[in-house]
C-alpha cells in the first residue's frame, strides 16, 4: 500500500498545481497520433480487497486538430489485457473512449505540464473470493497525461497517472456483496510518445 499512497500523494500534488490558466488556449492536436499502448502496473482497491495487476490498454488518439472543451473526445481504447494479478481478477469492458477534461499549467510561468482526461463507458470487472464476488465498476475514471517541454516543443512524458479516483458500482454479478465504490491508480508507459501542439 506505501506505494500506492505515493502515487496518490504525487498525483494529488501535480492538481494542486494546475490551478493555473491556460490562457488563450483553444485547440491542440497529436503528432502522431494514431495508434498507442498504455502499459504498466495499477491497483484496484475496494473496500478490504486490493488487487494489483500488469494492465495493457491498447487504442488510438485522434489525428484532428482538437478543442479544449471539457468532454471532447480525443481516441479510444479498442482492447485490453490484464496480467499477473494478485488477490484476484481484472478484466475490462472494451471499447472505452477517451475524452479530454482540462490542461494542467504551472502558476508561476504558465507553462503547461499535464493534461487531465477521463475514459467513459468505462467497466472494469474485478472478481475474488473464487469468483463469488463479482463487482462491475464505472463508468469513467480519470488519468493524467505528463507533459514535458523540450527545446520548445510540447512532448507527452513517458507515464501516465490514473488519478486514484472513485470508481462507482455499477453492478453485483456474484453471491457475495460489492462495496459501493472502489478507486483505481498507477503509473502506465504511453507509447509512442506523442507531440503535442496548442494553438
Do not use: H
Not at 103 to 122: A, C, D, K, P, S
Not at 125 to 133: A, D, M, N, W
Not at 144 to 165: D, F, H, Q
Amino acid at each position: 500500500m506505501r506505494k500506492t499512497g505515493l502515487v496518490l500523494a504525487l498525483v494529488g500534488a501535480l492538481l494542486a498545481l494546475g490551478a493555473g490558466s491556460a490562457g488563450a488556449i483553444e485547440f491542440f492536436a497529436f503528432n502522431p497520433g494514431g495508434e498507442i499502448s498504455m502499459v504498466g502496473p495499477v491497483t484496484f482497491t475496494a473496500s478490504e480487497t486490493t488487487i494489483r495487476c500488469n494492465v495493457t490498454l491498447i487504442g488510438t488518439l485522434s489525428r484532428a486538430v482538437l478543442g479544449t472543451t471539457s468532454g471532447t473526445a480525443m481516441g479510444s481504447i479498442s482492447s485490453g489485457r490484464v496480467s499477473e494479478c494478485s488477490g484476484g481478477s481484472v478484466s475490462f469492458l472494451i471499447p472505452i473512449s477517451i475524452n479530454f477534461v482540462r490542461l494542467l499549467v504551472r502558476t508561476e510561468n504558465e507553462q503547461i505540464f499535464g493534461m487531465l482526461v477521463r475514459f467513459t463507458n468505462f467497466g472494469v470487472l474485478i472478481e475474488e473470493s473464487l469468483g463469488f464476488r463479482r463487482c462491475l465498476f464505472g463508468p469513467t475514471v480519470e488519468l493524467l497525461i505528463a507533459i514535458e517541454k523540450i527545446n520548445n516543443e510540447y512532448v507527452t512524458a513517458r507515464v501516465t497517472y490514473l488519478t486514484g479516483g472513485i470508481i462507482e458500482l455499477v453492478r453485483s454479478l456474484g453471491f457475495l456483496g460489492c462495496p459501493f465504490e472502489g478507486r483505481m491508480s498507477g503509473t502506465m508507459e504511453l507509447t509512442p510518445r506523442q507531440r503535442v501542439r496548442f494553438e
